[in-house]
């Protein structure tokens, strides 16, 4: 069962990467980031996500480098934007901030799947990991350079 639904995410998310789903302005309203936790859940999801990524053999060495405390903050404040929240993100674009990475559509799915794992750890409901997986997936374009 838990394979069945990990290969609907999969499909989900690359039919809303095909179609170009929703904007980074597409947060109308706060409901999301309350789904997640508001700033705190969205913590522990980023966490759990960076702490995973850092370790995952697939994608653990393009974080070479790259001070976790910091990724942790910015994607933070990125995902509290992102979901309606109060957080202003000011970081970089995701096209500047990812072209000397070299990233491809495996690594850009693995990080995708860290995030998951990090929803479920969190007890994140499937609709709503939905919903941030639509806010995000349009960055691929920007993100997958190679």
Request: charged share 25%.
């Amino acid at each position: 069962m838990r394979s069945a639904r990990r290969l609907w995410r999969a499909g989900a998310l690359a039919l809303l990467m095909g179609v170009g789903a929703a904007s980074i302005a597409g947060a109308a309203d706060d409901g999301l980031y309350r789904a997640l936790g508001g700033e705190e859940g969205i913590a522990h999801i980023v966490d759990g996500m960076i702490d995973r990524a850092y370790a995952d053999e697939r994608i653990k060495r393009k974080f070479d480098g790259v001070n976790p405390k910091a990724l942790k903050e910015s994607i933070r404040k990125q995902f509290c934007q992102l979901s309606g929240g109060p957080c202003v993100y000011d970081g970089e674009t995701m096209a500047k901030s990812h072209a000397h990475l070299a990233l491809d559509k495996a690594d850009f799915n693995a990080l995708v799947e860290d995030l998951q794992l990090a929803m479920d750890a969190q007890r994140v409901p499937f609709a709503v990991q939905n919903r941030l997986l639509a806010l995000l997936a349009p960055m691929h374009r920007d993100i997958i350079t190679r």
